[in-house]
């Protein structure tokens, strides 16, 4: 059993993690930080973002404006203290990534160039072609790289967070490539471990994504903000669910039904293709379900028409887009509409932390997907995660080695608490027993989730599903990890990711079914209206004693009072 | 083990001919050039002492390779020659950054001038033998 | 819908076989989703790579039928099978292949050499100033480097590579790509303190444009043309240092 001690510990290489790393080597020079990954770090979620990263830089734009679009944009979940913080800190954000070497693409006059974007009323999304997140992942990767005291640990899987005297005591993890016990000891910890799409079977989000993060931090007793939300991207890929930007709409594509008519007048008719993502996913679940749908072998879908942009525009601004839609559907962007369907997107729900990014155990910090700050509230913006991951890495790196900085020592390792952790990945799982596989139980999980806690969601569906998970909960202590070769042991990886995933559901579930309103991603045919006199505050949920127990906060308020969100 | 992974170059499939497969025959080629240095030295060894013997081990030297025989081995020699040759100035030019794009095209040309210098010096010798 | 063979190569440096796998496929089922069915339904133990499955991460690359390529951008239909046995197409799958990879298990091999070179070659911007505001650059000179900031880091370039097949201590086509980038890119001041560490006979030197890297990158960035660029650029380097020219240091 090897520890590995560092002054911050991030778990998680995406791009808050990675820019957590960086912000908090810029801090002090001197601390020593150890990044944790289940990935090779290039390989995070991450790099699969595509539009682009908002910001306010140019005349005409306002950090008021870019506050009030998001503010608007959540269904006024959002809190706007963390709001008015994140829209001031972006525009450096974009000029950091430019001095590190990001290949922003430019405007005639060489300046970074913006377009617009879903939601917001000016075209402020910050991008590098349609690779925005790519680009964005190796700037910062090569940029930590710059920096000495940074100690790489990839593709160990984290197991478990210890908290011994209601602080931080351990990270314990799996080296994936020798099959050991690894246990990370440091006087902060940062979680930056993304969302958790891979709850749904269409989704635009990578294999990886099983929100390990916001387990550990459940199971450690640690408090989830507003996890029922989840966002359905408006265009995804049929059928692989490969993510079609909103930079597409953005450029001027339009959507199409049945009858070739740009259905979105029927819903927003001001802002159309571009008003946000929940409105839009909406909006072609609604068309599907009166019947001007296409149908498919893979389902039904709706068509994303580039043809009128033309080829030069399509290979310039959205480059990747028209490789993969000829790659995975031999369709060229320029000639032939592209099918697309909502696919889960984005959890806007997270880790509950502060404004500073510090979550209530003192020295656990979070950033990014995994975090709930709450900068989205009910309904994230396009090209605002990205900006979230960079301003809110950076702030909640500089507050962690804050933290750092005034801690003395490492609390001595919890030996029994490490035992017990060694036991229930190590032991438990290879006991031979009943014949379920992991792939069943995940794909029996991912169907309840898309058919009942999809885009409409009621009581009824909502009851069912939670019987569902819990069933599953039951059943999967019938699965058993078979395969005994510790190196590089998938099984067990899915084994535990697939317990991850059975947790976080129930988590979602439950603040689905309490949260009687619709408000931003979560839209209820029950209570179709948004109740703000009952139901304007942020869902926590604390597991305790093995059950998962709901208390809500209020909403922050500072400038801008709800009104009603006519796009 | 660097002998044994250069078994890689040849498990690699899909090589085109003027890239993978180029690079194999251009050390192929260029082993056997060295094998006949060395052949080479040993024959002209042969007129080591030569002033005293009156050059006789040389002359039958000549003899032995004056014949059909050593006159095609020669032609091929002079294949192996022009192809590493040829391929040989195509990679020096192209590693000066040109004409890497068209690797493909500029491949074949050089070809086609080593083998019309092949033709020419086989028509040379060939004739040559043929009047002697 | 047909059925069709893997042939994986399982097990690991101390004992290893290759493993038929029958499963079913569509006109546009990916290696990568074979992958996966046969680790979901058949085999659980399967090892391998994989994550984004939009060829935009690089967890994936595998050599399919002796060929490097990343599996989740790869269509059955669009390859051709290896052999055809009993009315079947076999397709072989098999880890990245070379030196430069240490082989861990079944389709896994181990990436840290891999990014060790890419680290060395100082892969990121260097300014010798820190001004204020945007660096402006002009899209004619974005273009200029742009496609080499695609590189997914996938290992492709260097699976195929007879140089890196062979010879583990060669940069290797991905990091003198990465190498290259920074030196096109007009905001960057580091351009010597690169070409100090290509300029090496382990460095871009080693390459002798057999070209196959271009031929295997899956997001056609060319690294050939970009390694021969970089021998422009270093032989340069190394003259003017022999013979003191200012541009040398």
Same mark, same amino acid.
């Given at each position: 059993m090897n520890v590995h001690k560092a002054d911050l510990i991030i778990l998680g290489a995406g791009l808050a993690g990675l820019r957590a790393a960086i912000s908090a080597k810029e801090t002090d020079k001197n601390l020593t930080i150890a990044v944790v990954s289940k990935l090779y770090f290039l390989r995070s979620h991450s790099v699969s973002a595509e539009g682009g990263t908002a910001a306010v830089l140019y005349e005409g734009d306002s950090y008021d404006l870019h506050a009030y679009d998001t503010i608007k944009g959540s269904d006024y979940l959002a809190d706007q203290d963390a709001v008015e913080r994140f829209v001031r800190t972006m525009p450096n954000e974009i000029l950091y990534l430019d001095h590190w070497g990001m290949p922003w693409s430019r405007r005639e006059d060489g300046k970074i160039a913006q377009r617009p974007f879903g939601g917001h009323s000016f075209p402020r999304?910050?991008?590098?072609?349609?690779?925005?997140?790519?680009?964005?992942?190796?700037?910062?990767?090569?940029?930590?790289?710059?920096?000495?005291?940074?100690?790489?640990?990839?593709?160990?899987?984290?197991?478990?967070?210890?908290?011994?005297?209601?602080?931080?005591?351990?990270?314990?993890?799996?080296?994936?490539?020798?099959?050991?016990?690894?246990?990370?000891?440091?006087?902060?910890?940062?979680?930056?471990?993304?969302?958790?799409?891979?709850?749904?079977?269409?989704?635009?989000?990578?294999?990886?994504?099983?929100?390990?993060?916001?387990?550990?931090?459940?199971?450690?007793?640690?408090?989830?903000?507003?996890?029922?939300?989840?966002?359905?991207?408006?265009?995804?890929?049929?059928?692989?669910?490969?993510?079609?930007?909103?930079?597409?709409?953005?450029?001027?594509?339009?959507?199409?039904?049945?009858?070739?008519?740009?259905?979105?007048?029927?819903?927003?008719?001001?802002?159309?293709?571009?008003?946000?993502?929940?409105?839009?996913?909406?909006?072609?679940?609604?068309?599907?379900?009166?019947?001007?749908?296409?149908?498919?072998?893979?389902?039904?879908?709706?068509?994303?028409?580039?043809?009128?942009?033309?080829?030069?525009?399509?290979?310039?601004?959205?480059p990747a887009i028209r490789d993969l839609a000829i790659k995975f559907n031999g369709i060229d962007p320029a000639k032939e509409p592209i099918p697309v369907r909502p696919a889960a997107h984005y959890t806007m729900g997270g880790i509950q932390v502060d404004i500073d990014g510090m979550s209530p155990i003192p020295g656990i910090f979070a950033a990014g997907e995994a975090a709930c700050v709450s900068i989205h509230g009910a309904n994230r913006l396009g090209s605002n995660s990205t900006a979230e991951c960079l301003a809110y890495g950076d702030i909640t790196g500089v507050s962690a080695a804050k933290y750092v900085q005034k801690v003395s020592n490492i609390p001595e390792l919890n030996m029994q608490k490490?035992?017990?952790?060694?036991?229930?990945?190590?032991?438990?799982?290879?006991?031979?027993?009943?014949?379920?596989?992991?792939?069943?139980?995940?794909?029996?999980?991912? /169907?309840?989730?898309?058919?009942?806690?999809?885009?409409?969601?009621?009581?009824?569906?909502?009851?069912?599903?939670?019987?569902?998970?819990?069933?599953?909960? &039951?059943?999967?202590?019938?699965?058993?990890?078979?395969? &005994?070769?510790?190196?590089?042991?998938?099984?067990?990886?899915?084994?535990?990711?697939?317990?991850?995933?059975?947790?976080?559901?129930?988590?979602?579930?439950?603040?689905?079914?309490?949260?009687?309103?619709?408000?931003?991603?979560?839209?209820?045919?029950?209570?179709?209206?948004?109740?703000?006199?009952?139901?304007?505050?942020?869902?926590?949920?604390?597991?305790?004693?093995?059950?998962?127990?709901?208390?809500?906060?209020?909403?922050?308020?500072?400038?801008?009072?709800?009104?009603?969100?006519?796009? | 083990m660097?002998? &044994?992974?250069?078994?890689?170059?040849?498990?690699?499939?899909?090589?085109?001919?003027?890239?993978?497969?180029?690079?194999?025959?251009?050390?192929?080629?260029?082993?056997?050039?060295?094998?006949?240095?060395?052949?080479?030295?040993?024959?002209?060894?042969?007129?080591?002492?030569?002033?005293?013997?009156?050059?006789?081990?040389?002359? /039958?030297?000549?003899?032995?390779?004056?014949?059909?025989?050593?006159?095609?081995?020669?032609?091929?020699?002079?294949?192996?020659?022009?192809?590493?040759?040829?391929?040989?100035?195509?990679?020096?030019?192209?590693?000066?950054?040109?004409?890497?794009?068209?690797?493909?095209?500029?491949f074949w040309i050089m070809m086609a001038l080593g083998i019309i210098g092949w033709i020419l010096l086989s028509y040379v010798v060939v004739n040559a033998f043929l009047h002697s | 819908m047909e059925n069709i063979i893997l042939r994986i190569k399982r097990g690991d440096p101390s004992h290893w076989e290759y493993k038929d796998y029958e499963i079913p496929i569509e006109k546009d089922t990916t290696v990568l989703d074979g992958l996966f069915y046969v680790r979901d339904n058949i085999d659980h133990s399967l090892s391998f790579r994989a994550s984004c499955r939009m060829e935009v991460c690089g967890s994936c690359a595998m050599m399919v039928n002796n060929f490097p390529r990343t599996t989740?951008?790869?269509?059955?239909?669009?390859?051709?099978?290896?052999?055809?046995?009993?009315?079947?197409?076999?397709?072989?799958?098999?880890?990245?292949?070379?030196?430069?990879f240490k082989w861990i298990r079944d389709l896994v091999v181990d990436f840290d050499e891999f990014f060790k070179k890419h680290e060395s070659v100082k892969p990121y911007l260097i300014r010798k100033d820190n001004p204020e505001g945007q660096l402006l650059q002009s899209p004619k000179e974005l273009k200029k480097y742009y496609i080499l900031t695609l590189c997914i880091k996938c290992g492709a370039c260097t699976a195929a590579c007879p140089i890196s097949n062979s010879d583990p201590n060669?940069?290797?086509?991905?990091?003198?790509?990465?190498?290259?980038?920074?030196?096109?890119?007009?905001?960057?001041?580091? &351009?010597?303190?690169?070409?100090?560490?290509?300029?090496?006979?382990?460095?871009?030197?080693?390459?002798?444009?057999?070209?196959?890297?271009?031929?295997?990158?899956?997001?056609?960035?060319?690294?050939?043309?970009?390694?021969?660029k970089l021998k422009v650029q270093s032989a340069a380097y190394e003259l003017k240092k022999i013979f003191h020219i200012k541009g040398g240091e």
């Open positions: 999304a910050t991008y590098a072609a349609d690779r925005t997140g790519f680009h964005a992942m190796h700037t910062l990767y090569e940029r930590l790289l710059t920096y000495d005291g940074v100690e790489k640990f990839q593709e160990y899987f984290a197991t478990s967070i210890i908290i011994d005297n209601g602080r931080f005591n351990a990270l314990t993890a799996i080296n994936m490539k020798t099959g050991e016990y690894e246990i990370f000891q440091g006087k902060g910890l940062l979680i930056a471990t993304g969302g958790l799409g891979r709850l749904y079977p269409f989704t635009t989000y990578s294999h990886t994504v099983t929100g390990d993060g916001a387990a550990m931090a459940l199971r450690a007793g640690m408090p989830l903000e507003d996890m029922e939300f989840v966002q359905f991207h408006p265009t995804g890929l049929v059928p692989s669910g490969i993510l079609i930007t909103e930079g597409a709409r953005g450029e001027g594509g339009y959507l199409i039904n049945k009858d070739g008519e740009r259905f979105m007048q029927r819903y927003a008719p001001q802002k159309m293709e571009l008003a946000p993502r929940d409105v839009v996913s909406r909006s072609i679940m609604w068309e599907i379900q009166a019947g001007r749908g296409f149908e498919g072998p893979w389902g039904p879908y709706v068509l994303l028409d580039l043809r009128h942009l033309g080829d030069e525009k399509i290979k310039e601004r959205l490490v035992k017990e952790e060694e036991n229930r990945i190590f032991k438990e799982p290879f006991k031979e027993r009943g014949s379920e596989s992991v792939a069943s139980l995940r794909k029996e999980l991912q /169907n309840t989730m898309q058919e009942k806690v999809g885009i409409f969601r009621n009581e009824k569906d909502l009851t069912d599903a939670l019987q569902k998970v819990k069933e599953l909960q &039951k059943r999967f202590e019938n699965v058993y990890v078979e395969d &005994k070769n510790m190196f590089y042991n998938m099984n067990l990886i899915t084994y535990l990711e697939l317990s991850n995933l059975l947790e976080v559901a129930e988590v979602v579930i439950l603040g689905a079914i309490a949260r009687k309103e619709s408000r931003g991603a979560h839209y209820r045919t029950d209570y179709p209206k948004r109740d703000d006199v009952n139901w304007m505050k942020h869902t926590i949920a604390i597991k305790r004693d093995g059950k998962i127990e709901l208390s809500y906060i209020p909403v922050r308020v500072t400038k801008w009072q709800p009104e009603e969100r006519k796009y | 660097p002998l &044994k992974d250069s078994l890689y170059w040849i498990k690699l499939k899909g090589k085109h001919l003027s890239d993978g497969i180029a690079f194999l025959f251009h050390r192929l080629t260029g082993l056997v050039i060295l094998l006949y240095l060395y052949i080479h030295f040993a024959a002209l060894s042969q007129l080591i002492g030569a002033q005293s013997t009156g050059g006789s081990n040389f002359k /039958n030297f000549l003899k032995t390779v004056e014949s059909p025989p050593f006159v095609a081995l020669d032609i091929l020699l002079f294949l192996v020659i022009f192809y590493h040759g040829a391929n040989g100035i195509r990679l020096v030019i192209n590693e000066f950054g040109i004409g890497t794009k068209k690797r493909q095209l500029f | 989740c951008s790869t269509l059955f239909s669009k390859i051709e099978p290896a052999k055809i046995e009993n009315g079947k197409k076999v397709f072989i799958i098999e880890p990245l292949q070379g030196a430069a060669y940069l290797g086509p991905a990091a003198l790509t990465a190498a290259y980038r920074f030196n096109a890119d007009s905001r960057d001041q580091g &351009k010597n303190l690169r070409l100090a560490i290509v300029s090496d006979p382990e460095g871009c030197w080693r390459c002798h444009f057999s070209s196959e890297c271009s031929n295997a990158c899956p997001k056609e960035i060319d690294p050939a043309t970009a390694i021969q």
